[in-house]
């Protein structure tokens, strides 16, 4: 299967800011919707941001909505991950998948990478 490739992930100081990329060399991912995720040690992975394929719509969780700031390069064919002010509890492997919708289920998310680390620690 197709995966994804994240990168952009690293040690940041609290209150920093990180852009995580998502690409893939081998589709389009404007035909799809591309989700990012992460998790921490010991919990669940849970979403954090999803952009559209069609109309570029964006979504957030709560927890981050304000600091996470999702967009699309077309031509660099990547989706990135703008991640400010961060907090300790941002601190998780971070990836990206993909899905026909945003609103699928996380298990209907597809062409997982290995993820990028980031870190927020003083």
């Known amino acids: 299967q197709v995966q994804l490739v994240e990168s952009g992930g690293g040690l940041v100081q609290p209150g920093g800011s990180l852009r995580l990329s998502c690409t893939s060399s081998?589709?389009?991912?404007?035909?799809?919707?591309i989700g990012w995720f992460r998790q921490a040690p010991g919990k669940e992975r849970e979403a954090v941001s999803c952009i559209s394929s069609s109309e570029g719509r964006t979504y957030y969780a709560d927890s981050v909505e304000g600091r996470f700031t999702i967009s699309r390069d077309s031509f660099d064919n990547t989706v990135y991950l703008l991640i400010n002010n961060m907090k300790p509890e941002d601190t998780a492997v971070y990836y990206c998948a993909s899905a026909p919708f945003c609103a699928d289920p996380q298990t209907d998310f597809g062409s997982w990478g290995q993820g990028t680390q980031v870190t927020v620690s003083s």
């Open positions: 081998r589709f389009n991912l404007d035909d799809y919707a």
